[in-house]
């Protein structure tokens, strides 16, 4: 124990004497730019065309393999989607082995095998490398389609597509893509609920068939394998792969953006927007400004050390983050920042990004704040190489793309000579707040208005989910004899009348919907009872459980989730007692509500007339009411913890209320959340006991 207190105190002692010598206001020199050892990249060719590079790393016994084509194919169009569901087939079984016995054999050698519309990669132990070669190339080469599976992926993208509908980065992310690349770019084409049901097993087919060939395919093996090892392997499981003429299609290139733009795209009751400031870029592969753009991007919104990041959400508070980047690509890379803030910051948070983007251009950026970035990089590109995909990317990007042999070998080298210099020069060529798509997804009325200002002509231009233009931003002129209270004496006489309403004791309705929420579709059926003047139930089951109830006895009541039970507390109670008024709508003064008329809209290309209902605690809720009709389309609820909309369909008479109607279908969307209801029954006036509010 002596000994080593003696130790640590002469190590204290000498630390202390270097520290006297070290002058700490003169910053370190930095060492020079470590040689990065990726391992040569052997390779060969076989006689059908298929490129292959080994390269060497026997540190683990594990191998990964990595094909890639090099195609550029037609546009999927009206099936826009086939694409992405060819990728899902060509795990779904070969003419050798099933769906299930894939699977199987996969799963019994511990591979990981995952393909795409461009290439498939997999990795395994060494010592099952010979399977999970013969595995990947039954897959590329003898893929086997079936309808059945076709329907599935069909069936399960219509269900996220429903969600994505509402979801704000999904519709920015549409939104962009059209607008940046137009739809006659593979880059702008947007599947759509339309699309995916154009799709046939055929076109998938014909994909396959036509572009999974060798001599436009690129492969990479990395690990625990010797140049002899592959050649004997890739010749005994590839050589058979037949290759073809592949056609080359040509693409419309984006038209060059000479105004800055506002497009908005609304989500009704967004309590958030979310914002990209886009564009497309020219920047190839392998080039000299790759690096120093990653570099300027990086000091710009690269990550939390970025100036978008500190002004946005560290000075401001107005977002839980804000990035950016500027991608390569070889048909056409893209800028963009991007943010997601609340209404009222919205076009604030717009300014800033712009604001930040423009300095990138006029100030250079101080040393320091160069090599803290450089640095970071520096270590990022170190661990990136623990990943055998990354290195099999590389080998196939340096023959790919023409670039040197020794590009990164020598990256780290050529990241660190980056100057203060280069920085304002990319960002001149790169970063154009001034030429720019500023896409904002948000609430209609309360953001798109703020936003003008930005746009190079003070017109905003709309568009939907997908994309495709709106007729209009604006909503239409009132006519001068339409009221809050004319539109629901239309509405109330279009579902039956007062004396039809009042002649309800009860009521209760049994629908049959399905849940949509990420991807996964789940079948329920919903009970919902009301009884005059103040009794509710609803309830909500679905996979042999009970989802949710709602009971009010009409003083007092509770909510169950999952088996957790929670009593109501005065605000529920009076929420609750308006809910199970049958005839609420006929003396809203009764809750508090008052009603205003707040302009026109369309729902589903109809117009409508847009009340805003507010009750006497501030709560909102925007209800649409159809033009023509009079039905009650669609409502809005907006909380701070998010919105939710509703739509009504199809109201019908139900059978002995005198002509009252109710809607016999609802869409329901809550976040990622879809619920479609159709009511399977509905009775009038059938004694409900007491006993069910209980």
């Given at each position: 124990?002596?000994?080593?207190?003696?130790?640590?105190?002469?190590?204290?002692?000498?630390?202390?004497?270097?520290?006297?010598?070290l002058?700490?206001?003169?910053?370190?020199?930095?060492?020079?730019?470590?040689?990065?050892?990726?391992?040569?990249?052997?390779?060969f060719?076989?006689?059908?065309?298929?490129?292959?590079?080994?390269?060497?790393?026997?540190?683990?016994?594990?191998?990964?393999?990595?094909?890639?084509?090099?195609?550029?194919?037609?546009?999927?169009?009206?099936?826009?989607?086939?694409?992405?569901?060819?990728?899902?087939?060509?795990?779904?079984?070969?003419?050798?082995?099933?769906?299930?016995?894939?699977?199987?054999?996969?799963?019994?050698?511990?591979a990981?095998?995952?393909?795409?519309?461009?290439?498939?990669?997999?990795?395994?132990?060494?010592?099952?490398?010979?399977?999970?070669?013969?595995?990947?190339?039954?897959?590329?080469?003898?893929?086997?389609?079936?309808?059945?599976?076709?329907?599935?992926?069909?069936?399960?993208?219509?269900?996220?597509?429903?969600?994505?509908?509402?979801?704000?980065?999904?519709?920015?992310?549409?939104?962009?893509?059209?607008?940046n690349?137009?739809?006659?770019?593979?880059?702008?084409?947007?599947?759509?609920?339309?699309?995916?049901?154009?799709?046939?097993?055929?076109?998938?087919?014909?994909?396959?068939?036509?572009?999974?060939?060798?001599?436009?395919?690129?492969?990479?093996?990395?690990?625990?394998?010797?140049?002899?090892?592959?050649?004997?392997?890739i010749?005994?499981?590839?050589?058979?792969?037949a290759?073809?003429?592949?056609?080359?299609?040509?693409?419309?290139?984006p038209?060059?953006?000479?105004?800055?733009?506002?497009?908005?795209?609304?989500?009704?009751?967004?309590?958030?927007?979310?914002?990209?400031?886009?564009?497309?870029?020219?920047?190839?592969?392998?080039?000299?400004?790759?690096?120093?753009?990653?570099?300027?991007?990086?000091?710009?919104?690269?990550?939390?050390?970025?100036?978008?990041?500190?002004?946005?959400?560290?000075?401001h508070?107005?977002?839980?983050?804000?990035?950016?980047?500027?991608?390569?690509?070889?048909?056409?890379?893209?800028?963009?920042?991007?943010?997601?803030?609340?209404?009222?910051?919205?076009?604030?948070s717009?300014?800033?990004?712009?604001?930040?983007?423009?300095?990138?251009?006029?100030?250079?950026?101080?040393?320091?704040?160069?090599?803290?970035?450089?640095?970071?990089?520096?270590?990022?590109?170190?661990?990136?190489?623990?990943?055998?995909?990354?290195?099999?990317?590389?080998?196939?990007?340096?023959?790919?793309?023409?670039?040197?042999?020794?590009?990164?070998?020598n990256?780290?080298?050529?990241?660190?000579?980056?100057?203060?210099?280069?920085?304002?020069?990319?960002?001149?060529?790169y970063?154009?707040?001034?030429?720019?798509?500023?896409?904002?997804?948000?609430?209609?009325?309360?953001?798109?208005?703020?936003?003008?200002?930005?746009?190079?002509?003070?017109?905003?231009?709309?568009?939907?989910?997908?994309?495709?233009?709106?007729?209009?931003?604006?909503?239409?002129?009132?006519?001068?004899?339409?009221?809050?209270?004319?539109?629901?004496?239309?509405?109330?006489?279009?579902?039956g009348?007062?004396?039809?309403?009042?002649?309800?004791?009860?009521?209760?309705?049994?629908?049959?919907?399905?849940l949509?929420?990420?991807?996964?579709?789940?079948?329920?059926?919903?009970?919902?009872?009301?009884?005059?003047?103040?009794?509710?139930?609803?309830?909500?089951?679905?996979?042999?459980?009970?989802?949710?109830?709602?009971?009010?006895?009409?003083?007092k009541?509770?909510?169950?989730?999952?088996?957790?039970?929670?009593?109501?507390?005065?605000d529920?109670?009076?929420?609750?007692?308006?809910?199970?008024?049958?005839?609420?709508?006929?003396?809203?003064?009764?809750?508090?509500?008052?009603?205003?008329?707040?302009?026109?809209?369309?729902?589903?290309?109809?117009?409508?007339?847009?009340?805003e209902?507010?009750?006497?605690?501030?709560?909102?809720?925007?209800?649409?009411?159809?033009?023509?009709?009079?039905?009650?389309?669609?409502?809005?609820?907006?909380?701070?913890?998010?919105?939710?909309?509703?739509?009504?369909?199809?109201?019908k008479?139900?059978?002995?209320?005198?002509?009252?109607?109710?809607?016999?279908?609802?869409?329901?969307?809550?976040?990622?959340?879809?619920?479609?209801?159709?009511?399977?029954?509905?009775?009038?006036?059938?004694?409900?006991?007491?006993?069910?509010?209980?």
């Amino acid at each position: 124990m002596k000994k080593l207190t003696l130790s640590i105190l002469s190590i204290a002692i000498a630390i202390s004497a270097s520290a006297q010598k070290l002058d700490r206001s003169v910053r370190p020199k930095a060492g020079p730019a470590p040689e990065v050892k990726l391992g040569d990249a052997q390779s060969f060719t076989l006689p059908n065309g298929l490129r292959v590079f080994v390269v060497e790393k026997h540190k683990l016994p594990v191998i990964s393999c990595s094909v890639q084509l090099d195609v550029r194919p037609e546009l999927e169009g009206n099936a826009t989607g086939y694409r992405s569901m060819m990728s899902e087939l060509l795990t779904s079984g070969t003419t050798h082995r099933s769906n299930e016995e894939l699977n199987k054999q996969i799963d019994y050698i511990g591979a990981n095998i995952n393909a795409s519309d461009e290439g498939i990669y997999a990795s395994s132990l060494k010592k099952h490398m010979g399977t999970m070669l013969q595995l990947v190339a039954d897959i590329v080469i003898n893929s086997d389609f079936k309808q059945e599976e076709l329907d599935k992926i069909k069936k399960r993208t219509l269900s996220g597509l429903e969600a994505s509908k509402n979801e704000p980065d999904d519709m920015l992310q549409n939104v962009s893509a059209v607008i940046n690349f137009g739809k006659q770019h593979p880059y702008g084409e947007v599947p759509t609920d339309v699309t995916v049901k154009n799709i046939t097993l055929e076109d998938c087919k014909k994909y396959y068939s036509t572009y999974f060939r060798p001599n436009v395919a690129y492969m990479a093996l990395v690990g625990d394998i010797t140049m002899d090892e592959a050649k004997g392997f890739i010749e005994k499981h590839f050589g058979k792969w037949a290759k073809a003429d592949v056609p080359v299609a040509k693409y419309q290139d984006p038209k060059p953006i000479e105004k800055t733009q506002v497009a908005f795209v609304p989500r009704d009751g967004a309590v958030q927007s979310v914002i990209n400031v886009t564009y497309p870029v020219d920047l190839q592969p392998g080039t000299p400004d790759v690096i120093k753009a990653r570099v300027a991007n990086s000091i710009l919104g690269g990550g939390s050390n970025g100036r978008l990041f500190l002004n946005l959400r560290e000075k401001h508070g107005w977002t839980y983050g804000s990035y950016s980047s500027i991608t390569q690509d070889d048909l056409k890379g893209t800028f963009t920042a991007y943010a997601k803030c609340r209404n009222a910051v919205s076009d604030s948070s717009v300014g800033e990004i712009i604001a930040e983007m423009r300095k990138l251009q006029s100030e250079k950026v101080p040393q320091d704040e160069l090599q803290n970035h450089l640095n970071n990089m520096s270590g990022s590109f170190a661990i990136g190489l623990e990943n055998p995909q990354t290195i099999a990317q590389y080998a196939i990007n340096i023959e790919r793309y023409k670039m040197p042999k020794d590009y990164y070998q020598n990256y780290l080298k050529n990241l660190n000579a980056v100057t203060v210099d280069d920085i304002q020069n990319v960002a001149r060529k790169y970063v154009n707040a001034d030429k720019a798509h500023i896409v904002v997804v948000g609430s209609k009325g309360d953001v798109d208005k703020t936003l003008a200002k930005y746009d190079s002509d003070g017109k905003l231009e709309y568009f939907d989910n997908y994309g495709n233009p709106l007729k209009t931003g604006e909503q239409k002129a009132v006519p001068a004899n339409v009221t809050a209270a004319e539109v629901m004496k239309k509405y109330i006489a279009a579902i039956g009348g007062e004396k039809a309403i009042n002649s309800i004791k009860d009521i209760k309705t049994v629908s049959k919907g399905i849940l949509s929420v990420q991807g996964q579709e789940i079948p329920l059926t919903i009970t919902e009872m009301k009884k005059s003047p103040s009794k509710m139930k609803s309830m909500v089951e679905g996979m042999g459980m009970v989802f949710s109830k709602e009971v009010f006895d009409g003083t007092k009541g509770y909510a169950e989730q999952q088996g957790q039970r929670a009593e109501m507390g005065p605000d529920e109670i009076a929420s609750s007692k308006e809910k199970a008024d049958i005839a609420a709508d006929l003396h809203p003064e009764k809750y508090g509500i008052k009603r205003t008329l707040k302009g026109m809209d369309q729902v589903n290309g109809a117009d409508a007339y847009v009340l805003e209902a507010v009750n006497t605690k501030g709560d909102k809720i925007t209800e649409y009411y159809d033009t023509k009709t009079g039905y009650l389309v669609k409502r809005v609820e907006t909380s701070p913890e998010g919105s939710q909309s509703v739509e009504y369909a199809n109201y019908k008479e139900v059978a002995g209320a005198n002509g009252y109607k109710v809607p016999y279908t609802i869409k329901l969307a809550a976040g990622p959340m879809n619920i479609t209801a159709n009511v399977e029954t509905a009775e009038i006036n059938k004694n409900i006991p007491d006993t069910e509010f209980n």
